[in-house]
């Protein structure tokens, strides 16, 4: 049989590349455990998208791929930021009334409206 992908990786490279994902695993826990506001979750995402790449790039032998196979890989990564992408707005509209309330909307409509302060304030009626 013709093997058309005949390349052979040493294990002191897989082993390296482990290294690596535990190194940025530790990274991202350390980075966790430190009050940086919104750069938290960004620098957190910026590390798995790294690791996740190691793991398509070495583990899954993308990197000896043909090109179809490289922009099959591309086109799924760019239809799950689309995805995530609509995902998010819909949920970050959800926390904005005034937006709901712009698209011509109740902000009822809305499945997450934050109480107003006068009735968040009240006082519960006795029993």
Request: hydrophobic fraction near 60%; charged fraction near 15%.
């Amino acid at each position: 049989m013709n093997d058309a992908h005949t390349h052979v990786v040493p294990p002191r490279v897989y082993v390296i590349i482990f290294l690596t994902l535990m190194a940025l695993t530790a990274l991202t826990t350390w980075v966790a455990f430190i009050d940086l506001g919104v750069l938290n979750v960004i620098i957190m995402l910026a590390i798995a998208g790294f690791k996740a790449s190691l793991v398509v790039l070495w583990f899954m032998h993308a990197r000896y791929e043909s090109q179809l196979t490289r922009v099959t890989i591309l086109g799924a990564v760019f239809w799950l930021l689309v995805l995530i992408a609509m995902s998010a707005s819909d949920v970050f509209i959800r926390f904005r009334p005034e937006a709901v309330a712009r698209l011509g909307l109740s902000p009822e409509t809305a499945s997450f409206v934050v109480p107003d302060d006068d009735r968040a304030a009240a006082p519960a009626a006795p029993h």
